[in-house]
């Protein structure tokens, strides 16, 4: 599906991701109309004043409300579902908000879209929702389980549903690089476990690869892209050379490693050059455009500790160096 004169509807579009997305989209897929639909009217003020093209609209609203995400998705061929509830902490703190906002708020999306006959929707995800141990790990399961059994109820219709999932990404607000940079002029990094290891992923690879899943889903999938790993440790060493390191310990609802694909959902997945996909068992799901893949070994698992690629100490370097730049101008 070419996205060339489609109308989008991103929730969550004043985050991280929705701001590189929008700068990519408009500047390379010539969209009709891409709607920006969050709940915070100071970030989408302040969107408005760093993106002023005419194909923007701006929607003040949240996914708990289904009735005003069915009037936002009025003529829309394309529904990128980014809002959430992320922090891990403030999860575990706030449980009701976070089935609020990432269950109750992904079945709204979902219903208003099949009311009003979109033709995609493609629901961003986690690691943390393999083998959930955290709360928001938990929601983003449910999430993801809804978004996939969703393509059952299209009946006649032609809306299609997939999600996406990956780790961390680099410079996201509250992920660990920008703490980092904030803790350099102490002197000071805390660090949870020397052992810890992460993937890695840019806003930029993300926005890329939600937009490829975009343009080949059939519906059902969750598309998982093949991304490095890094130690924790490493990346002290490439921030904070200087620093001293406080360990403070795991925090709750953390792991030491992270997992993309389970070996119980390795059974049913397949790899291709770039990707992974999980692929759903139910009678009906098509393999059409899967033939080229090909099926994972047993026991296999997607793990950042286990993980092939990995980012050197010179890697990370250049890519804090590139996020100094924007955080601190200097």
């Given at each position: 599906?070419?996205?060339?004169?489609?109308?989008i509807l991103l929730t969550g579009g004043t985050g991280s991701?929705?701001?590189?997305?929008?700068?990519?989209?408009?500047?390379?897929?010539?969209?009709?109309?891409?709607?920006?639909?969050?709940?915070?009217?100071?970030?989408?003020?302040?969107?408005?004043?760093?993106?002023?093209?005419?194909?923007?609209?701006?929607?003040?609203?949240?996914?708990?409300?289904?009735?005003?995400?069915?009037?936002?998705?009025?003529?829309?061929?394309?529904?990128?579902?980014?809002?959430?509830?992320?922090?891990?902490?403030?999860?575990?703190?706030?449980?009701?908000?976070?089935?609020?906002?990432?269950?109750?708020?992904?079945?709204?999306?979902?219903?208003?879209?099949?009311?009003?006959?979109?033709?995609?929707?493609?629901?961003?995800?986690?690691?943390?929702?393999?083998?959930?141990?955290?709360?928001?790990?938990?929601?983003?399961?449910?999430?993801?389980?809804?978004?996939?059994?969703?393509?059952?109820?299209?009946?006649?219709?032609?809306?299609?549903?997939?999600?996406?999932?990956?780790?961390?990404?680099?410079?996201?607000?509250?992920?660990?690089?920008?703490?980092?940079?904030?803790?350099?002029?102490?002197?000071?990094?805390?660090?949870?476990?020397?052992?810890?290891?992460?993937?890695?992923?840019?806003?930029?690879?993300?926005?890329?690869?939600?937009?490829?899943?975009?343009?080949?889903?059939?519906?059902?999938?969750?598309?998982?892209?093949?991304?490095?790993?890094?130690?924790?440790?490493?990346?002290?060493?490439?921030?904070?050379?200087?620093?001293?390191?406080?360990?403070?310990?795991?925090?709750?609802?953390?792991?030491?490693?992270?997992?993309?694909?389970?070996?119980?959902?390795?059974?049913?997945?397949?790899?291709?050059?770039?990707?992974?996909?999980?692929?759903?068992?139910?009678?009906?799901?098509?393999?059409?455009?899967?033939?080229?893949?090909?099926?994972?070994?047993?026991?296999?698992?997607?793990?950042?500790?286990?993980?092939?690629?990995?980012?050197?100490?010179?890697?990370?370097?250049?890519?804090?160096?590139?996020?100094?730049?924007?955080?601190?101008?200097?």
């Open positions: 599906m070419h996205l060339r004169d489609k109308v991701f929705g701001k590189k997305f929008t700068e990519i989209i408009l500047r390379e897929y010539e969209p009709r109309k891409l709607i920006i639909y969050s709940r915070d009217e100071l970030k989408q003020f302040e969107m408005q004043q760093q993106f002023t093209d005419e194909r923007i609209r701006f929607f003040i609203g949240d996914v708990r409300d289904r009735d005003r995400l069915l009037r936002a998705m009025n003529g829309v061929d394309i529904v990128v579902h980014a809002a959430a509830l992320k922090q891990v902490p403030s999860c575990e703190y706030n449980p009701i908000e976070a089935v609020k906002t990432n269950i109750h708020g992904a079945e709204n999306v979902i219903n208003a879209a099949l009311d009003a006959c979109v033709d995609k929707v493609i629901a961003l995800s986690t690691d943390k929702a393999v083998n959930p141990v955290n709360l928001y790990g938990a929601t983003k399961l449910v999430a993801e389980k809804l978004f996939v059994q969703a393509n059952s109820y299209r009946g006649d219709g032609v809306t299609q549903f997939s999600c996406v999932r990956y780790g961390n990404v680099v410079g996201s607000r509250g992920s660990v690089i920008p703490l980092f940079l904030s803790q350099l002029p102490t002197g000071r990094v805390t660090v949870t476990d020397t052992r810890m290891t992460r993937f890695w992923i840019t806003l930029e690879q993300g926005v890329r690869f939600v937009i490829s899943c975009i343009e080949n889903m059939q519906g059902g999938e969750i598309f998982i892209p093949k991304i490095p790993s890094m130690r924790i440790i490493d990346l002290v060493k490439s921030v904070a050379p200087e620093c001293d390191i406080e360990y403070i310990g795991m925090r709750p609802g953390e792991k030491l490693h992270e997992v993309l694909i389970s070996e119980d959902e390795a059974r049913h997945s397949m790899e291709f050059d770039d990707f992974f996909i999980v692929q759903p068992l139910h009678s009906w799901w098509q393999t059409k455009s899967q033939q080229k893949g090909k099926s994972l070994p047993d026991g296999f698992r997607y793990s950042s500790d286990a993980n092939p690629w990995w980012l050197s100490v010179e890697e990370l370097r250049t890519i804090v160096a590139e996020l100094r730049v924007e955080y601190t101008g200097k």
